[in-house]
């Protein structure tokens, strides 16, 4: 009888301690840093030698269009962008002011085509999309072209846009 009374005791602390340790780890992360992004890098062809080169947007302001919603705020020196896509909407689009401060009529418009694929995560998260690139529109102000390297939006930073403005040099 005292063995199987050390047994049971042995049983429900091990038990706790099991539980303890399990119900409180932090599996999940439904923060913004867990949501699926579209990244860009920013490059330029020069003319001259027709190569690739990286670039850089000397002064850039992301809103995402008919909303009050800054993306990016007057952010400088800008080589790579990390932007969200719309959930509820098959579509997002982006204005890319430049150099908003002294010229807020010198912008981009980006018309972002997606495809939305809600699936469960957890009780704790709720549903999260899957989102995928379907097409994309774009002014040429300052923006020459865009190259659609990855339909998918991710979270490891994976470049999905090649985003290659006017040569300026």
Known sequence: MRNLIRL????IISGGLIGG???CSDGDDCSIAGRD??????YTINPETNQVEKDTIYSLTVTALGTDSIIVNNQTNVQTLSLPLAYALDSTVL???YDYATDPANSDTIYIKQNNVPFFE???CGYSMIQTITGIRYTK???DSIYIRNINANTDGTENLKLFYRYRY
Do not use: A, G, P
Request: glycine residues 0%; charged residues 5%.
């Open 8 to 11: 049971f005791s042995l049983l």
């Open 21 to 23: 340790v399990t119900s």
């Open 37 to 42: 992004m579209v990244n860009s890098i920013v």
């Open 95 to 97: 204005v890319f002011h």
């Open 122 to 124: 957890s009780m704790e």
């Open 141 to 143: 102000h300052q923006i």
